[in-house]
């Protein structure tokens, strides 16, 4: 987790309370957090699908192993 000082104006600071009052948060970071993923998902979407490279599969895989890891970068 990382942690972030931030200033914010009396306005910015009274919405930020209204949506933690109005959505039953217990704090201001959970209230910052939801309004920050709510503006991802209708103003970046093509931010939040994963990038992939083409020709490559989409699924993850598990490495256990630097030569494996050596072996998936070469191909």
């Known amino acids: ?3 972030n000082i931030i200033k914010l104006s009396e306005r910015e600071n009274r919405i930020v309370n209204v949506v933690k009052a109005k959505s039953g948060m217990k704090n201001k970071n959970q209230a910052l957090g939801f309004i920050i993923q709510t503006y991802a998902k209708e103003h970046l979407p093509e931010m939040l699908q994963p990038l992939e490279k083409p020709g490559r599969n989409s699924e993850r895989k598990v490495i256990e192993n ?3 890891l050596r ?3 070469r191909e």
């Open 1 to 3: 987790m990382v942690q």
């Open 66 to 68: 630097v030569e494996e």
């Open 71 to 73: 072996k998936e970068l």
